[in-house]
């Protein structure tokens, strides 16, 4: 079974534009997470998407957004982009069985450089 | 609110030695406790995770981890550490208040070293 992809890989963006990075889960899971990852804040959770509606928001201002679609495919926009969005951001997959047990399984990330 | 730590930003073992990477947790429910490693450039691959009943959970490559509830710790193990065992290890938590949402630790590198 294929892995979690993400597109593009590397991104390279100047101050105040914005970004649209993607996600392609595991085939049958229908929960996506994104994580922000930066040396100095490390892992932090921006947020969840289970058949198209966020169920969980981490604590990010209002630039960061995303969606789902029907297939369960995740897009994640970042609007106004500022230096400290530089990051490796991570997206993650689970089938959702009902419980907290259900183990996230992690793409190889989209690494965006602000300029 | 829940969190993780993990003490040590970096530990140093020789391949063939016992190898242990320290988390300690904090949660307000029962946890759901997650190790997962990280290769230079790539996302985190799952190593194991406890839900609840045997404290010793074992994983992928040879690792493994213990629940302490009482010292609300969750250590990884290995015995014989290998030098592709090199990487960044991330522990992390999620219980019923936080919903689906992982909380990591910030990381312990690892460097084995032959």
């Known amino acids: 079974k294929a892995g979690v992809t993400q597109t593009p890989r590397y991104l390279i963006k100047t101050r105040g534009q914005q970004v649209t990075l993607s996600c392609s889960p595991i085939?049958?899971?229908?929960?996506v997470s994104w994580y922000q990852q930066t040396p100095g804040q490390g892992l932090q959770f921006l947020f969840e998407?289970?058949?198209?509606?966020?169920?969980n928001k981490g604590n990010f201002p209002g630039r960061f957004s995303g969606r789902q679609f029907s297939n369960s495919r995740s897009e994640m926009n970042v609007s106004t982009l500022e230096l400290g969005d530089s990051a490796l951001y991570l997206c993650?997959?689970?089938?959702?069985?009902?419980?907290?047990?259900?183990?996230?399984?992690f793409g190889p990330g989209t690494r965006l450089t602000v300029l | 609110a829940q969190s993780v730590a993990q003490p040590e930003d970096q530990v140093n073992v020789a391949e063939g030695n016992p190898l242990t990477v320290k988390c300690t947790y904090s949660?307000?429910?029962?946890?759901?406790l997650f190790w997962y490693v990280q290769y230079p450039n790539r996302g985190l691959q799952f190593l194991l995770k406890?839900?609840?009943?045997?404290?010793l959970v074992k994983g992928s490559y040879g690792f493994e981890a213990e629940f302490n509830k009482s010292q609300t710790s969750f250590h990884l193990k290995k015995p014989s550490a290998l030098v592709s065992d090199s990487a960044l290890y991330f522990c992390?938590?999620?219980?019923?208040?936080?919903?689906?949402?992982?909380?990591f630790g910030g990381g312990t590198r690892v460097l084995v070293k032959p």
């Open positions: 406890y839900i609840t009943g045997d404290n």
């Open positions: 949660v307000s429910g029962n946890p759901y």
């Open positions: 992390a938590v999620r219980d019923e208040a936080a919903g689906n949402k992982l909380t």
């Open positions: 998407y289970f058949s198209e509606t966020q169920r």
């Open positions: 085939s049958g899971h229908r929960s």
């Open positions: 993650a997959s689970s089938l959702v069985t009902g419980g907290l047990s259900d183990t996230q399984y």
